[in-house]
Structure formats: structure tokens, C-alpha cells
């Protein structure tokens, strides 16, 4: 849905070898515990406690677009109305789905300041480029183009089926890091020293979600977004972040280790905007 063009890319940190990153992935699920494997079919909606619900089932195999985007003043209507219908359709025919959308409403790290995030899945980066050449496609790409103001475009894809509940009374951290040489060594220690401080910190423990990979040979240009590892984390309220951050032990022993393990982090939290 949305295109990564091919013109000059944004200078990133150096790049670590897939297979450590990969591993390192491997560190941060087992880390977190089963918290994080517990399943979404695209639409699918409920109640729980009152609250709205959606659940979204990441399935391994599959390709994760994820797309940080801010609108116009004004173009709402084109994006949401002449835009994403015409491009959902179209995308039916190449097994695309939007499976849901949130609203951004802190950045709490890092160099962007998206309005919405969007999670589109695709059964291959080789479908997703047929689909961007559909004559059909191309044709209303201008009305994406002319409604937005800033976007970018990371493809992830994950290493088991993971579904997720998502609540409309909760927070969700979209986040993306970039490591340090030295991030096999500390990234553990990271979680083995903050884990004890999440859950005794005097709020509910934030839940680790779902886990991404960088997608290999994933489109390069300027709406590129490529951490090195991505992830979604659930809090029960925004605020609970920065009381985390406050606590006097996680500032000494715990940040200190995230530091020497990342070059560079952006933490966004959101808002589940339930489809009608």
C-alpha cells in the first residue's frame, strides 16, 4: 500500500550480520517470556472487560508492512475515502490485508513523529512488487502521494505464529532499534537485570507483543525504515513508560546496559483504532 521508492537512501548505522541479529531476537523473546506467544485474522473484533478488541495472528512465512505515515491537513478524506478503498481492493487480488491501524499519541525516543501506524501483511516481497506495478495501482498512487506529509516503510516478518489481542484501553509501543557491535554482549544483561525492575516498578508489567525480523532483500529508497530489530510492546497506560524510566534503579542499573547495546532506538506509543 505503501511504495518504497528507489532514489537516495538515508545514511544508517552499520549494518549487523543477519545471523547475529537474528539470534539477538532470539535473546529478547526468551527473555521476555511467554508473554509475547500468546494469536489475528485480519477484521476479526470482540469485547473483553467492557473494552473493544482486535486480534491479529502474525504468521510465520508471511511478509509485515509496516508503515509510520502523518497526513495533510485537509486530505483525510483523499487517503481514507479515495485512497485506501481502491488500494484494498486491488490488493485482494495479490492476498493483501490491512490487518490493523493506531493512532500515535507520544514519541517517547528517537528521530520520527508519525500521526498513524499501519500493519498491512503480504504473502511475498515478489507479490508485493507485482502489485505495485498493476496499472490499476499505479493510477491512484498520486492520491497517496498528494495526502501525505511524512512516511516510511519497514518490511518485518516473524520466526513463529504469534497472535495478538489488541485493546483499545491500552498503549502500544511500536519500537525499532539499531545495535552496537557490543549488543550480543549487553542486550542480554539488559534483560536480565530489567526484568526483576518491570515487574516490581509499582505499575503492571508491560507486555512484550510480538518480536520482528528485518525481511532480507527488503525494497531500499526513501520511505526505508530498517532497524535492526522492531517490536511491539503492550502498557497499560503511556505514563507508565517515563514512570519506568524514573525509577532510580532501572536509571542505574538497567539503562546504563540499553545504552551500550544501541546505537539508536525509536519508541512510539499508539492507540488501536478499532475497524468498524
Known sequence: MFKSTSSKLVKRPVRRPAKKIAILAAIITISLG??????????????????????????????????????????EKQLNEDYFPQALRIGKDYGVSMLASFGVTDVTAGDISPQMVAIFEWPSLAVKERFEKDKRYKKIVPLRDASLSFIKVAFYEVAEDVEVVFRDDKSYEFFGAWLTPEAETFLPKYFEVSEPIKRTYGRPYPEFKVNFALVKNAPKGDFSYAPHMAGIVEWDKSEDFQVLNSNKRFQKEAAPLMAKALTRIDMLHTKLQIKL
Do not use: P
Open 34 to 75: 511467554t508473554d509475547a506467544t500468546t494469536g489475528w485474522s485480519a477484521g476479526k473484533t470482540g469485547e473483553k472487560s467492557g473494552n473493544k478488541t482486535q486480534t491479529v495472528s502474525f504468521k510465520k512465512g508471511m511478509i509485515y508492512d509496516i508503515a509510520y505515515f502523518s497526513v495533510k491537513s485537509g486530505k
